[in-house]
């Protein structure tokens, strides 16, 4: 055996002895991921508060059956939501991403940009024009003389709106997923003697397996939180039943009891998607060395292709469009003046854009830690984060109202609360898209980095992030769409005077001046539809 | 495809800048309400003020506190409905009133949480059940009676903890050209009645109507409230999301008679021009007759008593009760304001005996309406 | 004596119940470069992968250039051991061109420029510098990542199966290439490879490795010609202790 000829040096140790002898997670990447998780946990901390407080009659209500047929109505109309979102964006993405559709960088834009539009907002026009004698009645009456059309209230007007103004969600998470596809699987199944279709349905759909299930989460979580559909389609959800509880007689006990049980459906959907996600890995074999898939052509398929892009923009977009320029329209030759409230949508926009960058920071080690670091610990922060994107908005705003009276003082009805409060709500966004991302860079070019003398945080700054770009800004931009239309958070943790688009269209339209309300909601579309082109376009320099 | 990513660096690069330069200065400055007249309110210049501030009966005890004074005002009514009149207040009095608008309800639940830190001075509320609410918890300091008294007992609290300062009547609206007004019943129990089938269009979700159902059980009972609910739902009556849908339905022919608020009528007078509608009042102490009340109370945790009770006198001056009876078509319900031509005087509406406090508690009627397969 | 460059005292790792390496030890001068040989599975690129730091080994000492890298309550980061790793699918950041991808280990610094300059000349790759890796072909590629790994002139270079990704006629040529381009560098390697044909042509000393242990440490010529037990018949001893522990799969030069 060799001796060696000079002694050990002996270096600075910079690891403690580990029991496990396995790579830990580094504590600048556990202790932001603990706090964000922390602070997600402040809703839940709140209702256990105020449900402590409501006594035993508050228990006794969420035991009658009343609670059991909410139940079951808000699982049926949030599954149902779900899946017909997936439905529809399964398809609709292959479309956008792998075909030759004409007009595609057109449809990519205005199939997501239904998901600009408030539900609020939607739910009413879906009302006005779909409504037994709304305004699809009044066109085809004269036409085949139809005098009322089924009534839209109820479930079919709730899951309708949901649909419409959701169904983005997945889209998008799938269109991103079928970009991430290493076209060489779809060349080998097709060697292997599969045709497109079994081509499809046996390698893409089960690679698109993680896309279509975070897809589906944003998805369902809405669905469950969404106070403007139910409210306006009369729907009795758990939200709606909270909201009522606020509404009718100020019993913030009874809705927190309500909320809890919220937070247990919510913990039934996390847990029947953390399922899904299996155990396959998603990355490429070979980092940013692939080719661009070559683009399926339709042929004649093309005019269904184009009938579906069709009627879907028709509905999700331009029946909203239309109706609220028919507002603005009427009001303007009604002598009502035109104001185009360019402030508020200046504070839109910074609030949002804060939030998202807010969020980004805040799901950046949540996600890492989540992807890099898998375990128990990683895999509970990470699903924290999605607890208050299943809340309605006025039950997180009324739980960090309350955490800053007691806890932080100074910083009530700071601009400070109001993003957090968006960072509480919409995290779990910016957490997914930049976890979907993390999952198709090789670890191998992280190992690359360390070997070549970088720090774990270096890599991350000049490897990971850069390379999960995508991801990150898919996330910011997801945040930022959503913040433009966000109403309670905002009514209630803003610093007084702060108005957005969303509480300008809120303003006007709760006292039924619709046409004050159609241009800030014109705006809001307007001032979204860039980031979301941004969003949807978006960044694909070293993917082609 | 290589400028894309570039311009959106530069977009986030703009909302960077603007969030820093909004973070830089301390309160988010430029709001629609901020006026040029806010920079000299802030000032200990308004020393004169109080001999500007014109007809108030409580100016004699507020002699501007010293500090100039700003005041916080947590609005459940839309700056649409009530922004101009603030303003006005703001013009004539050199106070600087900050206004949190929001949903009544949704306040009122930030009001109870915030409990004695809350930095409001002033509950400005749309109905009568949410300062109910806030006065059951005990946030509310009383009124002096020098305000109070300005105000018909119908439409304030009886202990003086809050006090109305407009009057939102429910009416019936109908539509002319399909039912005479001779043949609409003397009390909402008359569209009970079989021929009313298929021709009633009304908005159980609005909470105008909730209120009205709780009324209803206040001063009926519970088995006439439910008599009641089911005799309409019997004459399938059509469901709208809104009061200017059902004024809406009424003018086109679509229902002939609908229980909304009076003003809704107004309102969408002035939106579309005319209207083939009119608003019925029932009369005699019938529980239809019922006017609820937008109202306002002072909170006791207020460290600017005095301006808050400048701001709540100047709610029930003539000023802002004429305000009140021109842009949002209410009822003034200060004696001798004229109200809008077309609706009757408060005096000539005999409205039901019942406290407005009393429609605090909504959760009895929720169940009802539930139970009676309205909900 | 000469320096030695790696230096293993009975390293073993072990993922659940599966026993990845075993006691292994071997030492490796500097200059030379070893071949780990062994079928898939043996735990050879595992042994790589705990030279190079990115796992910690359950027991065992390993040293670097004569400083000690990990051992009972202590482990040195991989970016603080001075190696140079080229992988098996080559892990060039496909968001980085060819000039910065090699720049990556380098220090900023006026010598950089000049640095990144000498090992393009040495991998034969001048003039490509602002190729992306996307562009550049699979031989390209692997040259690129050498070059790569060769920048910061690190004590030990580690390559996992390097020609793998290479199709068979280009394997022989790009072999010698590198060999030539390691030697020329001056390099200490080790490379994990199951080709036994590519082990012998390209080391100077073999170690074969079967279920997690070192069967054999020999040069090219004894592993040819066994004197003692080929590696096949190591087959059959499978599992069972050997007479002398303490020298058991020792590398000795």
Redesign the interface.
């Known amino acids: 055996m060799a001796t060696v000829s000079r002694p050990f040096q002996v270096p600075r140790p910079i690891s403690r002895s580990r029991s496990q002898r396995r790579l830990l997670p580094p504590f600048m990447l556990t202790l932001p991921a603990l706090g964000v998780a922390l602070g997600m946990l402040v809703p839940i901390v709140y209702l256990v508060i105020r449900a402590a407080s409501a006594g035993e009659r508050a228990w006794l209500l969420l035991l009658r059956d009343?609670t059991l047929s909410v139940f079951l109505q808000t699982v049926l109309l949030a599954g149902t939501t779900t899946l017909i979102s997936v439905l529809i964006a399964v398809p609709l993405a292959w479309l956008l991403v792998r075909t030759d559709l004409p007009l595609r960088h057109f449809w990519t834009v205005a199939t997501a940009l239904p998901l600009v539009i408030p539900s609020y907002i939607g739910g009413?026009t879906v009302?006005a024009a779909l409504g037994?004698?709304g305004m699809l009645q009044k066109i085809l009456e004269p036409l085949i003389g139809v005098q009322r059309l089924p009534e839209i209230?109820g479930f079919p007007g709730a899951l309708l709106t949901l649909t419409l103004f959701s169904y983005p969600y997945v889209l998008l998470s799938i269109q991103a997923g079928l970009r991430g596809i290493d076209p060489s699987l779809e060349e080998a199944s097709r060697s292997l003697g599969h045709g497109p279709w079994s081509t499809f349905r046996r390698i893409i759909l089960p690679q698109l397996r993680p896309s279509i299930a975070a897809g589906s989460l944003l998805v369902a979580l809405y669905a469950l939180s969404d106070f403007g559909a139910v409210?306006?389609?009369?729907f009795?959800s758990f939200t709606r039943v909270i909201y009522?509880?606020?509404?009718?007689?100020?019993?913030?006990g009874f809705a927190a009891v309500m909320s809890l049980a919220l937070v247990a459906l919510t913990g039934l959907v996390l847990y029947s998607e953390g399922r899904t996600r299996g155990r396959a890995r998603y990355y490429r074999s070979a980092g940013g060395c692939n080719r661009p898939a070559t683009l399926i052509r339709l042929g004649r398929w093309r005019w269904p292709a184009l009938a579906f892009c069709g009627l879907l923009v028709l509905l999700a977009l331009m029946m909203p469009l239309g109706v609220m320029i028919y507002w603005l329209v009427?009001?303007l030759s009604?002598g009502?003046p035109l104001r185009l409230?360019w402030?508020?949508a200046?504070?839109s926009?910074?609030a949002?854009?804060?939030a998202?960058?807010a969020a980004v920071i805040a799901a950046v080690p949540v996600a890492v830690l989540a992807v890099r670091y898998s375990g128990r610990l990683s895999k509970w922060i990470e699903r924290s984060t999605y607890i208050g994107h299943a809340l309605p908005g006025?039950v997180v705003?009324?739980a960090l109202?309350?955490f800053s009276?007691n806890v932080v003082?100074p910083i009530?009805?700071t601009?400070a609360l109001l993003i957090a409060g968006y960072t509480v709500l919409f995290l779990p966004q910016a957490v997914g898209a930049i976890r979907s991302s993390l999952l198709q860079i090789s670890p191998r070019l992280e190992e690359a980095g360390r070997s070549l003398g970088r720090t774990p945080r270096q890599v991350l700054a000049t490897i990971t992030l850069p390379m999960a770009r995508p991801g990150v800004?898919a996330g910011?931009a997801l945040v930022f769409l959503t913040t433009m239309k966000e109403l309670?958070v905002t009514?209630?943790l803003s610093?007084?005077?702060?108005?957005t688009l969303a509480?300008r269209i809120?303003?006007?339209s709760?006292?039924?001046?619709?046409?004050?309300a159609a241009a800030p909601a014109l705006l809001l579309v307007l001032v979204s539809s860039?980031?979301m082109a941004?969003l949807v376009?978006?960044?694909?320099?070293w993917r082609? | 495809?290589?400028r894309?990513?570039q311009?959106?660096t530069l977009?986030?690069a703009l909302?960077?800048m603007?969030?820093i330069s909004?973070?830089g200065s301390p309160?988010?400055?430029?709001?629609?309400?901020?006026q040029p007249n806010t920079g000299q309110a802030a000032q200990p210049t308004n020393a004169p003020q109080p001999t500007e501030a014109p007809q108030q009966p409580a100016e004699t005890q507020a002699p501007a506190a010293g500090q100039g004074g700003t005041l916080?005002v947590y609005s459940g009514r839309?700056?649409?409905?009530v922004g101009p009149l603030i303003e006005q207040f703001e013009k004539d009095t050199g106070i600087e009133v900050?206004?949190?608008?929001?949903?009544t309800?949704?306040?009122?639940?930030?009001l109870?949480?915030?409990?004695d830190?809350s930095?409001a001075d002033v509950f400005f509320a749309q109905d009568a059940?949410?300062l109910g609410?806030v006065r059951k918890a005990g946030l509310f300091a009383p009124l002096s009676e020098a305000i109070l008294s300005r105000v018909d007992e119908r439409f304030r609290a009886d202990d003086g903890s809050w006090i109305g300062v407009s009057g939102r009547a429910r009416v019936v609206v109908y539509n002319p050209e399909l039912v005479k007004e001779e043949d609409l019943p003397e009390t909402i129990f008359g569209f009970t009645d079989p021929k009313w089938k298929g021709k009633i269009g009304w908005a159980?979700?609005n909470?105008s109507f909730?209120a009205f159902v709780t009324a209803l059980r206040v001063l009926e009972g519970e088995e006439r409230a439910r008599e009641w609910l089911e005799g309409i739902q019997a004459n399938e009556p059509?469901?709208y999301?809104?009061?200017?849908?059902i004024v809406e339905?009424v003018a086109?022919g679509?229902v002939e008679v609908g229980f909304v608020n009076h003003y809704?009528l107004l309102?969408?007078l002035?939106?579309?021009?005319d209207l083939k509608a009119k608003n019925y009042y029932f009369n005699n102490s019938d529980p239809g007759a019922l006017i609820n009340v937008a109202g306002v109370g002072m909170l006791k945790s207020s460290d600017n008593k005095e301006l808050a009770e400048q701001f709540i006198a100047y709610l029930v001056s003539e000023k802002a009760q004429q305000y009140f009876s021109s842009e949002t078509f209410e009822h003034p319900l200060v004696e001798g304001v004229k109200a809008d031509p077309r609706l009757p005087g408060l005096s000539e509406v005999q409205t039901p005996k019942i406290d407005l406090s009393d429609l605090?508690?909504?959760?009895g009627?929720?169940q009802l309406l539930?139970d009676a397969g309205v909900? | 004596m000469k320096d030695v460059a790696i230096l293993c005292e009975g390293i073993s790792k072990r993922y659940g119940t599966v026993q990845a390496v075993r006691e292994v030890t071997l030492a490796l001068e500097r200059g030379q470069f070893l071949a780990l040989l062994g079928p898939s599975g043996c735990g050879k690129t595992t042994t790589l992968r705990l030279l190079a730091g990115f796992e910690i080994p359950d027991s065992g000492e390993i040293a670097i250039g004569g400083q000690k890298v990990s051992a009972p309550g202590l482990f040195i980061p991989p970016e603080r051991r001075r190696i140079g790793m080229v992988f098996q699918d080559y892990a060039l950041f496909p968001h980085m061109n060819v000039e910065r991808n090699i720049a990556y280990g380098l220090s900023r610094g006026p010598e950089q420029a000049a640095r990144i300059q000498e090992v393009l000349e040495l991998v034969g790759l001048v003039g490509l510098e602002k190729r992306m890796p996307h562009e550049l072909s699979g031989g390209q590629q692997q040259r690129v990542a050498l070059a790569r790994a060769l920048a910061a002139r690190p004590e030990v270079v580690l390559l996992d199966e390097p020609f793998s990704n290479l199709d068979t006629g280009l394997r022989v040529r790009v072999r010698a290439e590198v060999r030539e381009i390691l030697a020329r560098a001056g390099a200490t390697a080790v490379f994990v490879t199951h080709d036994q044909e590519e082990a012998l042509s390209l080391a100077d000393q073999v170690a074969v490795m079967l279920n997690g242990q070192l069967v054999q440490c020999a040069s090219p010529e004894e592993v040819l010609s066994p004197p003692g037990e080929p590696p096949r018949s190591a087959v059959r001893r499978r599992g069972q202790p050997t007479a002398r522990p303490g020298l058991r799969g020792v590398c000795t030069l």
């Open positions: 009343r009413f009302a037994p004698r209230y409210s306006l389609m009369q009795d009522m509880q606020y509404q009718a007689s100020i019993n913030r009427q009001g009604n009502e409230v402030s508020a200046l504070q926009i910074i949002s854009g804060v998202a960058v006025l705003a009324l109202i309350f009276i003082r009530y009805q601009f800004m910011a309670p009514l209630l610093p007084i005077g702060f108005q509480t809120w303003s006007a709760s006292e039924a001046f619709w046409a004050r860039l980031p941004f376009l978006g960044d694909r320099r082609s | 495809m290589a894309k990513p311009l959106l977009f986030i909302v960077a603007l969030a909004a973070c309160q988010v400055a430029p709001t629609a309400t901020s916080t839309t700056e649409d409905l900050q206004v949190k608008y929001g949903d309800a949704e306040l009122a639940a930030a109870l949480e915030e409990g830190a930095p059940g949410a609410a159980p979700t909470g909730q059509k469901v999301p809104k009061n200017t849908a339905a086109n679509e809704y309102r969408l002035k939106e579309k021009g605090e508690d909504l959760d009627t929720l539930q909900l």
